[in-house]
Nanobody, 127 residues
Framework: QVQLVESGGGSIQTGGSLTLSCAAS?????LAWFRQAPGKAREGVAA???????NYVWTVKGRFTINRDNAKNTLYLHMTNLKPEDTGMYYCAADPEDLPILPGLLGGLREHEYTYWGQGTQVTVSS
């Protein structure tokens, strides 16, 4: 059992930057960030595998960066040029299965690929 604790959310104006962190109680191969806006389904935002290959949903490409610090069992999401449509609850997800995450399509960005989930941290972007 791996426990995930997110932090770093907050309220920010359009164009601002935030960095989210996710502290894991142990190492897992694949990690991802998901988000859920009010009234919408949860969507995959960014994913990273054990070799630090990454994939992003097209709406955040060029603005968000996912990275991991395996020594600290911590996952990060660096968000820049934030927009109101980035508002939502951001969740960290993890899975022990070491599957390659390939850029494009939805690789690593689907909920069923992950076993462990955090409680979420709220990000609110105002215009």
């Amino acid at each position: 059992q791996v426990q995930l604790v997110e932090s770093g959310g907050g309220s920010i104006q359009t164009g601002g930057s935030l960095t989210l962190s996710c502290a894991a109680s142990g190492y897992t191969a694949n990690l991802a960030w998901f988000r859920q806006a009010p009234g919408k389904a949860r969507e995959g935002v960014a994913a990273i595998d054990s070799r630090s290959r990454t994939n992003y949903v097209w709406t955040v490409k060029g603005r968000f960066t996912i990275n991991r610090d395996n020594a600290k069992n911590t996952l990060y999401l660096h968000m820049t040029n934030l927009k109101p449509e980035d508002t939502g609850m951001y969740y960290c997800a993890a899975d022990p299965e070491d599957l390659p995450i390939l850029p494009g399509l939805l690789g690593g960005l689907r909920e069923h690929e992950y076993t462990y989930w955090g409680q979420g941290t709220q990000v609110t972007v105002s215009s």
